[in-house]
């Protein structure tokens, strides 16, 4: 079965650009996705289709995909940004998930 | 906009069998992947499987044997039951909205709506 890596952790100070990587076989010739989940709340998707935002997701929030490597780029990171981070893929018509990333600012 | 509401008992014996229930309203059900996705305590997401808005499921690998989904469309309901449940089965339950966009290299598949989440937790 298809498997999505990501780090556990990622510590940044604020202000500072924070960089989510998210591992897969190939993974450059699927699209990826990213979800934010705050502690108590639902997962929100943040980036689809590897680099479009969704309605109401700020700018600062920005995606990328090539190789076997997708990314979550957050430009001038915020407290608010503070969750965790899930990459997503579609492969052979199942839903794969990366294992999450803490963001700590 | 769409509104996902999952319900269902919060404590389950094992052995026994998982039902639980996601109120779909604000929405069309047409076009989508309707999707049960759980998080055991401290972990990550894990997806269980879909129901297509036509009837057509598949279900996570792992889970296959012990899984069932299913779609009222007239009751705009959605439903997962998990048999043979275990501690391990312990978990918050998601019900989400799978949709699929059409992209330049291809299909695009996400998530854009989810429930509020169901804790389920497996003890005698």
């Known amino acids: 079965s298809y498997e999505l890596t990501q780090p556990p952790s990622l510590s940044v100070s604020p202000g500072q650009t924070a960089t989510i990587t998210c591992s897969g076989d190939?993974?450059?010739?699927?699209?990826a996705c990213w979800y934010q989940q705050k502690p108590g709340q639902s997962p929100v998707l943040v980036i689809y289709?590897?680099?479009k935002r969704p309605s109401g997701i700020p700018e600062r929030f920005s995606g990328s995909n090539s190789g076997n490597t997708a990314a979550l780029t957050i430009s001038g990171t915020q407290a608010v940004d503070e969750a965790d981070y899930y990459c997503?893929?579609?492969?052979?018509?199942?839903?794969?998930f990366g294992g999450g990333t803490k963001l700590t600012v | 906009q769409v509104q996902l509401q999952e319900s269902g008992p919060g404590l389950v014996k094992p052995s026994e069998t998982l039902s639980l229930t996601c109120i779909i309203s604000?929405?069309?059900?047409?076009?989508?992947?309707w999707s049960w996705i759980r998080q055991s305590p401290g972990k990550g997401l894990e997806w269980i499987g879909y129901?297509?808005?036509?009837?057509?499921?598949n279900y996570n690998p792992s889970l296959k044997s012990r899984v069932t989904i299913s779609l009222d469309t007239s009751k705009n309901q959605l439903s997962l039951k998990l048999t043979s449940m275990t501690a391990a089965d312990t978990a918050v339950y998601y019900c989400?909205?799978?949709?699929?966009?059409?992209?330049?290299?291809?299909?695009?598949?996400?998530?854009?709506?989810w429930g509020q989440g169901a804790l389920v937790t497996v003890s005698s």
């Open positions: 190939k993974l450059g010739g699927k699209y």
């Open positions: 129901i297509y808005y036509s009837g057509s499921t």
């Open positions: 289709q590897d680099t």
């Open positions: 604000g929405g069309s059900i047409n076009s989508y992947f």
């Open positions: 989400a909205r799978g949709a699929k966009g059409i992209a330049p290299s291809g299909a695009t598949y996400y998530f854009d709506s």
């Open positions: 997503q893929a579609w492969d052979s018509s199942t839903w794969v």
